[in-house]
């Protein structure tokens, strides 16, 4: 896997959380050596389930948010996004400690 494809990865993970059993190859892996032990017909079916879900996670990579980008542009994108949480945590803080004025409750 390439820096650039990890990075993107990551950044998808930041913005969404998936289900990895969606993501999870193992189970048709397993079922298709099981085909193979069992010279079982059914072996190019599982292969063709395998060929889907491969397609569908490529699907996934190239929808996800920040793979267009080279991976000093996605550095630049998380340093200027890391300094922008720091900004607004320390307003955040200033304003907690303002003094706020007792607004009276209409009687």
């Given amino acids: 896997m390439t820096p650039h494809f990890v990075r993107a990865i990551i950044m998808a993970a930041a913005v969404s959380v998936v289900d990895e059993e969606d ?19 059914d ?12 397609q569908e996670a490529r699907e996934q990579i190239s929808a996800m948010p920040g793979i267009d980008m ?8 998380l ?3 890391r300094e922008q949480v720091r900004t607004k945590n320390q ?10 004025f007792d607004i009276p409750k209409p009687s």
């Avoid at 397993?30 to 079982?40: A, L, R």
């Avoid at 080279?70 to 994108?77: E, F, G, M, V, Y």
């Avoid at 307003?91 to 706020?100: E, H, N």
């Fill in 23 to 41: 993501y999870s190859f193992l189970p048709i892996i397993h079922d298709i050596i099981k085909c193979m032990d069992k010279d079982s017909p």
């Fill in 43 to 54: 072996v190019h079916q599982e292969l063709n389930k395998l060929k889907t879900k491969i």
């Fill in 70 to 77: 080279s991976p000093a542009l996605q550095d630049n994108k």
């Fill in 79 to 81: 340093r200027t996004l």
């Fill in 91 to 100: 307003l955040l803080q200033k304003y907690k400690s303002l003094c706020m």
